[in-house]
């Protein structure tokens, strides 16, 4: 079956969100303008099953679905928290290189953490939490004429979605469209990287291009997940090897480039409807994201008066999601996933109970480290060179 | 539906097969309001084995019950307290040896020509669609097969209590329930997709035990299955063929010595003999050495691009195409659809998603159908069609 062919420049009208009655129940954001959408159960098939009825409705599942048991706690508890670490610099004469995927196994994850190269990669990714610690976002910060630069890279990013609609289709994730714009991100990336890049570091195209390229998502699977995150933050690291972040712009990283990163990629999955690459289903944080969780939970450490059981608060989700990432996302996810919250996010629910934001930081890197960094499915995919070394 | 008859059971003749389960005469409701006196509303007594270890329907129909009270009423870690672990221990063995005997590809007979077969996708621990569907399609029974297609565990919430009440189905029903083996019954998937977790936060300290045995069944589950000789089924799809060489070495005595190599450029389709011939009982499929064939057959998808190629994106199994899937079903001389699913039957329900690749993972290779109504086709080709079906329509549960 052939995919219905293009649509003209997406409709101007206001549409209404009648679905065919044939789908399925799907996310309650309309994949075409990302607003909300209600949707009626399906009613039955046409096809020749006679015996077919009518599906249930949605039927709630009070219980919780997961908890975890005191000894796994203490297991967790007695993990230590991953500590900052200074990124070391490079010096010529460089050798930068195309960088290739090393890991397949578990001994391969072995060999990985016991490394400097992954200490320091997550050192870095604490020190980025450390740099954000106690702030909104729009305080004020040390904006380097790079940070500048690359917060307008992913402005025009941003701009091509709007140029490159997506397809009318009619299954549920996954619009084509998302290939068109990829493909442009692709054909751009190094013409980017050479807008800031200062002369005798252009030569690192070859290696830092592939990160940038894969940040964004899977483009023939159109898909998206904590990988494709994760990409993004080695791609960062490899600018802070090459001197071009350094630590006092730190705190502008995350509050202007990771901040508009993440805008970008809700954008993206809103309206080509990424689907999540490997979820963990009711067992993981989020389908899509990590680091806003990490970052996030930093920004609201010693905060006066909002506590993590504060995101079952809509006014506070309403009012501040703006200004901190941890709240925005429980709000995106609120928006888009049906059912108690409780049901579809027992993870992010139980961490709501935790008494203090410091306690929840902490926590996020260690899972950080144990669900992303250890895990093959999504280390499989990382990338090794001379920047970052295997 | 009484609760005490846990420890009565008595059992019924052991060719169970031959019993005709009609849900309808036998009935314990499923449905979203349960009338009082079909769920217990304390809690239920703990499950227990039956002595002489024989199940019968009553059992399964308890069980059932159980799962879904405590699925909506107990804290997961209260969960050995309706099903304890010696009960686990029994379960599994006694399910374990009946799987391991069955060849990597089942030949599923249809026994007349009212019978159905119903095929059933991914799972992935959403019991409540398990139990709607066992509800709508009707029982195993004598003229009513189950086949199903692998994921049950990961990602949903009840993987446990999924997987164990299809065991107990197959114990109870060995002839007319099959479970194949999913690419998420590994420890690889089931370390990071939530399967372990969920078992330990059920089992607490005995949860590695629980685990370690969870894995030692899933070693167990044939690979595929063909239906009424012409429809081939298996959760991934089409596998290579492996061929050895002998490497060109001269013929003097001391290097008479011949070494194996698996040919490295040319992939070419399996036979059902070199299927029959592979080491299943793998904790995690190989994608690397000379055992590929039970990856390919977990792991692979459906292209339109023509030929076999390796599955770059998965890092393991095949993409394959509509020409494969021509030359497979004319070879082995198979009239219906390979893979993924089955032509002949009734999906459970209207689904969505899943056996493998999502019904969005499809709709993003040029030419693969929608999935509107919980299945594909995805191949449609002289000899045959190659279909995907999906039984997991809330999945994932945040949809």
């Known amino acids: ?390 | 539906m009484s609760s005490d008859d846990s420890n009565n059971i008595s059992p019924i003749s052991r060719d169970a097969d031959a019993v005709a389960c009609s849900p309808s005469s036998t009935a314990v409701t499923y449905s979203d309001n349960p009338s009082p006196s079909s769920l217990p509303t304390v809690a239920p007594d703990p499950l227990s084995w039956p002595p002489d270890g024989k199940l019968c329907l009553e059992w399964i129909q308890h069980l059932m019950s159980v799962f879904e009270w405590s699925s909506r009423n107990l804290a997961p870690s209260a969960f050995p307290s309706v099903f304890p672990v010696p009960v686990f221990d029994a379960l599994v063995l006694t399910a374990s040896k009946i799987l391991h005997k069955e060849p990597n590809c089942l030949q599923i007979n249809i026994p007349d020509s009212d019978s159905t077969v119903v095929v059933v996708g991914d799972l992935h621990g959403q019991l409540h669609d398990l139990l709607f569907l066992l509800q709508d399609a009707g029982f195993p029974a004598q003229n009513r097969i189950f086949v199903f297609n692998g994921d049950y565990v990961d990602r949903g919430a009840w993987g446990l209590e999924t997987f164990l009440l299809l065991l107990a189905w197959k114990v109870f029903m060995p002839h007319r329930v099959f479970l194949l083996r999913g690419n998420h019954e590994s420890k690889y998937c089931t370390s990071t997709y939530g399967f372990e977790k969920e078992v330990l936060a059920k089992y607490g300290d005995k949860g590695k035990h629980v685990y370690r045995k969870c894995l030692g069944c899933f070693e167990g589950l044939p690979l595929a299955s063909i239906i009424a000789e012409r429809v081939y089924t298996a959760h991934g799809g089409l596998f290579r063929s492996i061929s050895v060489t002998p490497s060109k070495r001269s013929k003097g005595k001391k290097n008479r010595r011949i070494n194996l190599i698996p040919e490295a450029n040319a992939l070419c389709l399996g036979s059902l003999e070199e299927l029959s011939k592979a080491r299943r009982s793998v904790l995690d499929p190989p994608w690397e050495g000379l055992n590929l064939i039970p990856g390919d057959v977990l792991w692979s998808d459906p292209s339109m691009k023509p030929g076999l190629s390796p599955n770059k994106e998965r890092g393991i199994g095949l993409l394959w195409g509509p020409d494969c899937t021509e030359e497979f079903l004319k070879k082995f001389k198979l009239k219906g659809l390979p893979v993924k699913t089955c032509t002949v039957v009734a999906t459970c329900k209207c689904g969505d998603y899943k056996s493998h690749e999502g019904p969005d993972a499809r709709e993003k290779r040029p030419g693969l159908g929608g999935m509107d109504e919980g299945y594909t086709i995805d191949h449609d080709v002289e000899s045959g069609k190659l279909i995907t079906v999906f039984s997991a329509p809330d999945y994932p549960q945040f949809q």
């Not at chain 1, 077919?52 to 000894?71: E, K, M, V």
């Not at chain 1, 690192?204 to 995150?229: A, C, K, L, M, Q």
């Open chain 1, 1 to 390: 079956m052939e995919p219905p062919p293009p649509q003209s420049p997406r409709d101007e009208h206001p549409h209404t969100h009648s679905h065919s009655s044939t789908s399925i129940p799907t996310t309650g954001t309309c994949c075409k303008c990302g607003g909300a959408t209600t949707h009626a159960p399906p009613s039955q098939s046409p096809t020749s099953w006679p015996d077919l009825s009518s599906p249930p409705a949605y039927r709630p599942i009070r219980a919780p679905a997961l908890n975890l048991p005191p000894n796994n706690t203490q297991a967790i508890i007695l993990t230590p928290v991953p500590q900052s670490q200074e990124v070391p610099t490079i010096t010529p004469p460089f050798h930068f290189q195309i960088p290739s995927k090393k890991i397949t196994s578990p001994d391969d994850i072995r060999k990985f953490h016991d490394s400097p190269t992954s200490k320091n990669f997550l050192g870095f990714i604490v020190a980025l939490s450390e740099s954000i610690r106690g702030r909104k976002i729009s305080d004020p910060c040390h904006e380097s004429a790079t940070v500048s630069n690359i917060v307008s890279i992913i402005e025009n990013l941003s701009l091509w979605v709007d140029q490159i609609p997506p397809v009318q289709q009619s299954s549920r994730y996954g619009n084509i469209s998302y290939r068109t714009w990829h493909e442009r991100l692709t054909e751009n990336a190094e013409s980017f990287m050479l807008q800031f890049l200062p002369e005798d570091l252009k030569p690192s195209t070859i290696e830092i291009v592939p990160y940038f390229t894969d940040s964004f998502g899977n483009s023939s699977r159109i898909d998206y997940g904590t990988g494709h995150e994760t990409n993004f933050a080695a791609w960062l690291y490899c600018l802070a090897r090459m001197g071009i972040i350094k630590e006092e712009d730190y705190q502008a990283v995350v509050a202007r480039v990771f901040v508009k990163y993440l805008d970008l990629m809700r954008k993206l999955q809103l309206v080509y409807c990424l689907e999540p690459a490997g979820s963990h289903g009711v067992w993981g944080l989020d389908d899509y994201h990590f680091f806003p969780f990490i970052f996030g939970s930093s920004q609201l450490i010693d905060h006066k008066y909002m506590k993590p059981k504060s995101i079952h608060n809509e006014d506070i989700l309403d009012n501040f999601s703006s200004e901190y990432m941890y709240l925005s996302c429980i709000g995106f996810i609120k928006k888009v996933k049906k059912g108690p919250f409780a049901e579809h996010s027992p993870l992010l629910d139980d961490i709501s109970a935790v008494p203090n934001w410091k306690k929840v930081n902490s926590g996020m890197l260690k899972m950080y480290k144990a669900e992303v960094l250890e895990k093959v499915p999504i280390m499989q995919h990382f990338l090794f060179g001379w920047l970052i070394k295997w």
